[in-house]
């Protein structure tokens, strides 16, 4: 039902911003909510971020919020997440979800459709 391809990772020094954006395909996008995860090497994949399906409601895992921004326009089948003062220990592949009303937004189990995901490192 929803194809999901993410884009904008790259390289940055720390203290500076990536806008990562997840390209959606299929007719029903906006009936999901979407998620922003992360996993670093030799570590499980982690909650990073949440937006609803109207976009009125976001969450954020502690350890970004203040920093990072999600956002989504369904006219464009988009959601995006805007990473700000940005730390080495940010450095993973970030991964967009979609998921049908999930009862636990920071459980990857919920999520029905993922991403490739893509590459953000974080250099000192």
């Known amino acids: 039902q929803v194809q999901l391809v993410e884009s904008g990772g790259g390289l940055v020094q720390a203290g500076g911003s990536l806008r990562l954006s997840c390209a959606a395909s299929g007719r029903t996008f906006s009936t999901y909510t979407m998620g922003w995860f992360r996993q670093a090497p030799g570590k499980e994949r982690e909650f990073v971020a949440a937006i609803s399906w109207s976009g009125g409601s976001a969450y954020y895992a502690d350890s970004v919020k203040g920093r990072f921004t999600i956002s989504r326009d369904n006219a464009k089948n988009t959601v995006y997440l805007q990473m700000n003062s940005l730390k080495p220990e940010d450095t993973a592949v970030y991964y967009c979800?979609?998921?049908?009303?999930?009862?636990?937004?920071?459980?990857?189990?919920?999520?029905?459709?993922w991403g490739q995901g893509t590459q953000v490192t974080v250099s000192s």
């Open positions: 979800a979609a998921g049908f009303d999930p009862r636990q937004i920071a459980t990857d189990s919920e999520y029905n459709y």
